[in-house]
């Protein structure tokens, strides 16, 4: 039987009867589901993708694995990876999709609800069938939804509501996982807990999630979502910053930010900014001062439809009074709250339409200290990217006391640090490459200059890099490693461990 998964795979069928398994196994050639991944800039060729029916068909797909001299086994939630990280080249590929009707439950345990979903399951799924349901969903998300459970959990899931929930993983309380030894273990803070804290931002290393227990909490009908404007990052910082400290109740439920040029550029200018079609960016409200990029801070307000429109004006004033922006170049819009949630998703039915959603993204994401935030800004945001990246320029504060340090993710030092992404949409050619390097060379400018900084959703070729990245995580790193996949069978597409031989 491992033989024939050994060879290139012709009857995908028999292989399927001998694992003995109620899901299927398809070929997987370079061109295939299983051979790309939503970055376009890597691609593989993995002996097969196997659609599990649920848990046991994976546990018996790694334990094939460990009884061959090199095989490897990768998790593909939706594929939105963006270095190749659920790729195994020459290994399988497991299609986490194929098992998201598996779970979905509400529970409720000492008065607090819970939802338990597959790991395979795409959160926006989650949130239209807990609101429609239940009337409640999920309280922390990422700003794209078409992502799975176990995707996000194995790296963190941040979005505008992290200042206050804490990232994805600080919002589940048990899992299901397929560990590399093709054991099928429930873990939770206090059960099997090195492995559920493992796992939670663990790249994938120590475990297929293939059910997640998550908080919900009763969902508001509307949101007025607002962008505001700032000329100068100073005044942009001081404010997200003030912003995100604040109690519940004297702040907004959401709170992000994003960096574009002071020009008129339709993708990465003033016309990027207004939330309506019919509204207009007026550059004359700009003060002369204002250089090469201006910050926009975007925020909501949630409220019942019940809410008097007063109520909810006098409310979001007061919010607002407290902040420095320029007062023109204000911009709302009020949408229900699951349409603001996936308000994302209209963004790549638009890039689908328009043929580029299918593009290479060179896409780098960061985490930096507040102490160096202001130096990333004059060099990256008003030297190196100035002209803009093609797409959004993400910049917000994050709050490290809403995370749990237990959990495998790296983060500077501080209790304030930033969130950066340079969502790139490019063309194939040439330019492609060109981004890739210009994405090195300021990973390797925060190097040489000393800064507190992590990349998120790393990709690293060398040990040493992993090593400066976990810092005194590592040691814990390798421990778990060694205690939940020891042959480095999972996720070989992140580089950080090479497969051991059978013993």
């Known amino acids: 039987m491992i033989a024939c998964l050994e060879r290139i795979v012709h009857d995908t069928s028999s292989i399927s009867k001998s694992l003995d398994l109620q ?5 997987a050639g370079i061109t295939g589901l299983a051979g790309k991944d939503f970055g376009g800039l890597y691609s593989v060729k993995p002996l097969a993708l196997i659609k599990p029916f649920g848990a046991e068909d994976i546990a018996r797909v790694v334990k094939a694995a460990s009884r061959t001299s090199h095989l490897t086994v990768a998790a593909r939630g939706n594929g939105h990876s963006i270095n190749g990280q659920a790729m195994a080249d020459g290994g399988l590929v497991i299609d986490m999709r194929s098992t998201e009707e598996n779970h979905f439950k509400l529970l409720t ?136 400290t604040q109690k519940e109740g004297e702040s907004f439920d959401y709170v992000e930010g994003f960096v574009f040029s002071n ?3 339709p993708v990465n200018g003033w016309p990027s900014v207004p939330l309506d079609p019919d509204h207009e960016f007026g550059p004359a409200h700009i003060p002369q001062t204002a250089g090469s990029v201006l910050y ?5 307000f949630h409220y019942r439809k019940n809410d008097h429109p007063s109520t909810v004006d006098t409310a979001v004033s007061r919010l607002l009074g407290r902040l420095g922006f320029v007062e023109r170049l204000k911009f709302q819009v009020n949408i229900s709250y699951v349409d603001f949630l996936l308000r994302v998703k209209r963004a790549e039915e638009q890039a689908k339409a328009n043929g580029i959603w299918d593009s290479p993204h060179p896409w780098l994401n960061l985490f930096v200290s507040k102490s160096d935030i202001v130096d990333f800004d004059r060099t990256v945001f008003k030297r190196m990217v100035k002209d803009g990246v093609g797409g959004p320029m993400l910049i917000y504060p994050l709050l490290r006391s809403k995370w749990d340090n237990r959990t495998s993710v790296a983060l500077p030092e501080g209790e304030i640090f930033y969130i950066v992404a340079l969502l790139r949409f490019v063309p194939k050619g040439p330019s492609v490459d060109k981004l890739v390097a210009q994405n090195h060379e300021i990973v390797k400018w925060c190097i040489e200059e000393g800064l507190d900084f992590k990349l998120y959703l790393p990709h690293y070729q060398l040990k040493e890099d992993w090593k400066r990245h976990f810092g005194n995580q590592w040691t814990s790193f390798v421990e778990r490693k060694a205690s939940f996949d020891p042959m480095a069978i999972l996720a070989p597409g992140q580089k950080i461990f090479k497969r051991a031989h059978q013993s």
Do not use: H
Not at 23 to 27: F, M, N, P
């Open 23 to 27: 899901g299927s196994i398809e070929s």
């Open 109 to 244: 345990i000492n008065g607090s609800y819970y939802i338990d979903v597959s790991g395979g399951a795409l959160w926006e799924d989650v949130l239209t069938r807990c609101v429609s349901s239940f009337g409640m969903a999920p309280r922390s998300w990422t700003d794209y939804l078409s992502l799975t459970v176990g995707g996000t959990l194995s790296n963190a899931g941040v979005s505008g509501q992290t200042f206050r929930y804490g990232p994805q993983t600080s919002n589940v309380t048990e899992l299901e996982v397929v560990t590399g030894k093709g054991e099928i273990t429930v873990c939770s803070e206090t059960q099997n807990s090195e492995l559920f804290f493992g796992v939670l931002g663990g790249l994938g290393q120590f475990g297929i999630i293939t059910r997640a227990r998550v908080k919900l909490q009763p969902v508001p009908d509307m949101v007025r979502w607002i962008r505001v404007v700032y000329p100068e990052f100073e005044e942009f910082r001081r404010d997200a910053e003030f912003l995100v």
């Open 263 to 265: 020009n008129d550029d």
């Open 296 to 300: 926009c801070l975007e925020v909501a």
